[in-house]
C-alpha cells in the first residue's frame, strides 16, 4: 500500500502548477523501494524499478524490455496528482493516452533519469540525446535530489513512467499526431509506454545489471540540440519547445 494518495482535484492541479508538497518526516536514510512496470497505450513494454534512497542521494535502476527498437526513451520519476498510473481509458477520443492525459494519476516530472552526462532535474524532461535508447535497456544512476525530494521518494510517492510508443506500427516515430507537449514532436514520441509505482519494500537491489549509463545511443540521430522553454511538460511548472527529433531508418 502507498504510504501517500492524494486527490486528482487538488495535488493533480499543484503537480500542474508546480506547487510544492508537503514532506513526510525528517529522514530519508536507507529506505528501499520497488516498481512493476506495466504497459500503457498497448506499446508492449514493461520491467521493474528499483531504488535505495539514503539522505539525499537516490540510487535508481531501471529495466525495460518491449520498447520500440533503435529511438530514444524518455523516462522520468513522477510526484503529484494521486501517486498513481493512469488506465488507457483516460485517453481522448485518438485513443492514445498523452503525456498530459495522465497527468492526473501520476503528477509532475521531478527527475529525469537520464544517463551520464544528463541532468537529472525537471527541466531535463526532454533531454532526449541522454536517455536510453532501444527495445530493451537497463539502467542505472546515483542521484542528487532536494531533502524534500528524497523524503516523498522514500515515502512511496514517486511513479516511473517511460515515454515512446509505436502505435502505427511503422518503426518510428512518426503520424500526424503531435505531442501534447510540444507540437514539433509526433505524439508517439512523448506518450507513455510504461509506468510502475515506486513502492517501499525491503529486498536486495537486482543484480546483473549493465553499469551506469550503459545503454547505447547508437543509430539514433537529432536534428539539432533539444531546446527546453516554453511549453510545460505540465508538470511540475517546468516548460520545454524541442526541435524535431528524427531516428535513423
Request: aromatic share 2%; charged share 15%; with cysteine.
Amino acid at each position: 500500500m502507498r504510504t501517500t494518495r492524494r486527490l486528482a482535484s487538488t495535488a493533480a492541479i499543484a503537480a500542474l502548477v508546480g506547487l510544492p508538497l508537503a514532506a513526510g518526516p525528517a529522514s530519508a536514510d536507507g529506505h528501499e523501494l520497488t516498481g512493476q512496470l506495466t504497459q500503457l497505450n498497448d506499446s508492449g513494454a514493461s520491467g521493474t524499478a528499483w531504488a535505495q534512497v539514503d539522505g539525499d542521494q537516490v540510487h535508481i535502476k531501471v529495466d525495460t524490455q518491449g520498447l520500440l527498437a533503435g529511438s530514444p526513451h524518455a523516462q522520468h520519476i513522477h510526484i503529484g496528482g494521486q501517486g498513481t498510473c493512469p488506465t488507457d481509458d483516460m485517453a481522448g477520443d485518438d485513443g492514445i493516452l498523452s503525456t498530459m492525459e495522465g497527468a492526473p494519476a501520476y503528477g509532475g516530472v521531478k527527475v529525469s533519469l537520464t544517463e551520464e552526462p544528463g541532468k537529472t532535474d525537471a527541466g531535463a524532461a526532454l533531454d532526449v540525446a541522454n536517455f536510453p535508447t532501444g527495445a530493451t535497456n537497463s539502467y542505472e544512476r546515483t542521484i542528487t535530489v532536494d531533502d524534500a525530494l528524497a523524503q516523498q521518494i522514500a515515502n512511496g510517492d514517486g511513479v516511473v513512467v517511460v515515454h515512446g510508443i509505436d502505435a502505427d506500427g511503422s518503426g518510428k516515430y512518426d503520424g500526424e499526431a503531435k505531442s501534447s507537449l510540444d507540437d514539433s514532436l509526433p505524439l508517439e514520441a512523448t506518450a507513455p509506454a510504461a509506468c510502475g509505482e515506486l513502492a517501499p519494500a525491503q529486498m536486495a537491489m537486482p543484480h546483473g545489471g549493465v553499469e551506469t549509463g550503459g545503454t547505447s545511443t547508437a543509430g539514433v540521430e537529432y536534428a539539432g540540440a533539444l531546446a527546453l522553454g516554453g511549453l510545460a511538460l505540465g508538470l511540475g511548472g517546468v516548460g520545454f519547445a524541442a526541435n524535431r527529433l528524427r531516428t535513423t531508418r
